[in-house]
């Protein structure tokens, strides 16, 4: 839709692809069925991937950048109730979003929360 209303849009996804197909995924580094824990190494490719893109000023050019986490580690935290814990939880986003918010400028990211745990993980 985005693209729709500006023709000079880049990096988003070019059809299905994979973290290590540049070509197709481009800014997209996100791993099917990662946890939190693999948040800050995704948000590192992401600013690496960013700033050697042709193109993009990563200085000044404008940056949406939507972060859609939770999902599996609530489910596996439903199924182990151990691996990971909701302080570790919460550490590890607030990690990769300050991270992105640093690098990046003066475009925070979006986030796309799971719904909370009965136990409220995001407390």
Same mark, same amino acid.
């Given at each position: 839709?985005?693209?729709? +209303?500006?023709s000079n =849009? !880049? $990096? +988003?996804?070019? $059809? @299905? $692809?994979? @973290?290590? /197909?540049?070509?197709?995924s481009r800014f997209?580094? %996100?791993v099917p069925g990662s =946890?939190? !824990?693999?948040?800050?190494? #995704? %948000? /590192?490719? =992401?600013?690496?991937?960013?700033?050697?893109f042709q193109g993009v000023d990563f200085i000044n050019d404008w940056k949406m @950048? *939507? =972060?859609f986490v939770g999902g599996n580690d609530l489910c596996d935290w439903v199924k182990l109730h151990k691996r990971i814990q909701p302080k570790k939880y919460k550490a590890n986003i607030k990690e990769a979003l300050d991270l992105l918010k640093? *690098? !990046? $400028?003066?475009n925070p990211p979006s #986030?796309?929360? %799971?719904?909370p745990s009965p136990n409220s993980m995001l407390k």
């Amino acid at each position: 839709m985005l693209k729709k +209303y500006n023709s000079n =849009l !880049t $990096g +988003y996804s070019r $059809g @299905v $692809g994979s @973290v290590k /197909r540049r070509e197709k995924s481009r800014f997209n580094v %996100a791993v099917p069925g990662s =946890l939190s !824990t693999k948040m800050v190494d #995704q %948000a /590192r490719q =992401l600013i690496d991937r960013m700033k050697e893109f042709q193109g993009v000023d990563f200085i000044n050019d404008w940056k949406m @950048v *939507t =972060l859609f986490v939770g999902g599996n580690d609530l489910c596996d935290w439903v199924k182990l109730h151990k691996r990971i814990q909701p302080k570790k939880y919460k550490a590890n986003i607030k990690e990769a979003l300050d991270l992105l918010k640093k *690098t !990046t $400028g003066q475009n925070p990211p979006s #986030q796309s929360h %799971a719904p909370p745990s009965p136990n409220s993980m995001l407390k």
